[in-house]
């Protein structure tokens, strides 16, 4: 039977990438449902449809699809809790037409606003393209349930793909100096690590030969450090830290900044200011930019937007924060300048965001403070 798609689908770079059919966009035809409209769904970027009076749901018929590419479209669609329902649909001659679409199940997601395809294909459309190749790597080895659960880890390391594929180039090699042989994904979780056999092209011109490397993948965070010019204060916030714990630490809680995961359709700033809320109850007013880099290329992706925000810090600052759905449990301190400087001479704090974010700020805290008077 004919297939009916109405939502994110739409995008055909991102049918192609689920169906894994190349040819996927010879096979539409418009159509629509009189009587039903599509909405975004609440908390979600993707949409859903539902029975609304004189509203006329759009969208293609997908005919022609071989079996494989339905099942690797049930297994996108059902990890969202998805499934396909029969009906009847009007194609673009007039004619009533049989036809199956992805439903969500019985009161798994509610409706909030009119869903607007334009829009979301502006902000979403090529983050979520590039989720899909990861997710459908899992297609046959992971179920849809599962795959759901990694998938929005998924959508923020794509959203720092997508980030890093927009910055300018520094140097005089780049990308096409590599050649991937092969590519494995060695384990898949929360995070993931991916395994490469390349080659690389060395200074003297020639490439290399092959080799083996390693990489956890991570995603973009955001680092910041709050600063209360006014009263002369630093906070640092203290949480345990599983790597600290598996090194063999025997202090795995760790004194730190404020810093979080770049969410997809979220900045770097924009992220800095919610963490602050989330983590410290605290509102930043202006963000100051100390660094955007990498803390370990070698073996990880991650990549570190670091700030110093200004913000007030009254005695009543410190307290115990995080959010419960992240087993989040954070204390924060307030330390006054004098305290905080001498944690970055005496070998205290031992971590190198926090260093480096308070060198920057040592300095420059006397053109804050006058800047603040």
């Not at 037409?97 to 979403?124: N, Q, S």
């Not at 910041?224 to 949480?239: S, T």
Request: hydrophobic share 40%; with cysteine; aromatic share 10%.
């Amino acid at each position: 039977m004919d297939l009916f798609i109405f939502g994110t689908l739409l995008h055909l770079p991102l049918l192609e990438v689920v169906s894994g059919d190349a040819a996927v966009a010879q096979k539409c035809t418009p159509a629509t449902r009189d009587g039903h409209g599509v909405d975004r769904v609440a908390g979600q970027v993707f949409p859903m449809m539902s029975a609304q009076v004189d509203a006329v749901a759009s969208g293609i018929i997908l005919s022609g699809l071989d079996d494989e590419a339905l099942m690797r479209l049930d297994f996108y669609e059902k990890a969202f809790g998805y499934d396909r329902v029969a009906f009847t649909v009007t194609d673009q001659t007039g004619a009533q037409r049989d036809v199956t679409a992805y439903m969500p199940e019985e009161g798994r997601w509610e409706p909030a606003k009119p869903w607007d395809f334009g829009g979301w294909a502006a902000a979403y459309g090529e983050v979520t393209t590039l989720t899909a190749r990861e997710a459908m790597g899992l297609y046959g080895e992971f179920t849809p349930r599962e795959m759901g659960v990694q998938y929005p880890q998924m959508m923020a390391r794509a959203a720092s793909r997508q980030r890093a594929m927009r910055e300018a180039a520094k140097g005089d090699l780049g990308r096409d100096d590599v050649q991937v042989i092969e590519a494995r994904k060695a384990y898949s979780g929360f995070f993931t690590v991916q395994e490469m056999d390349l080659a690389f092209r060395r200074f003297d011109g020639s490439m290399s030969e092959p080799v083996s490397r390693s990489v956890f993948v991570g995603v973009d965070c955001a680092i910041v450090l709050p600063y209360d010019p006014v009263r002369d204060r630093v906070m640092v916030v203290e949480q345990f830290r599983p790597g600290a714990y598996m090194r063999g630490d025997p202090n795995p809680w760790t004194v730190e900044p404020i810093a979080g995961r770049i969410d997809p359709g979220e900045g770097p700033e924009e992220a800095a200011r919610r963490e602050a809320r989330e983590e410290a109850g605290v509102d930043v007013r202006a963000l100051h930019t100390v660094s955007a880099a990498y803390p370990s290329p070698g073996t990880t992706t991650e990549h570190f937007f670091v700030y110093v925000g200004e913000c007030d810090l009254p005695d009543v600052a410190a307290h115990i924060g995080g959010l419960e759905d992240e087993a989040e449990d954070i204390r924060s301190h307030v330390m006054e300048w004098d305290e905080f400087d001498q944690g970055l001479s005496s070998g205290r704090f031992n971590l190198l965001p926090l260093l480096v974010a308070g060198h920057w700020l040592a300095r420059n805290r006397e053109r804050l403070k006058a800047e603040a008077a």
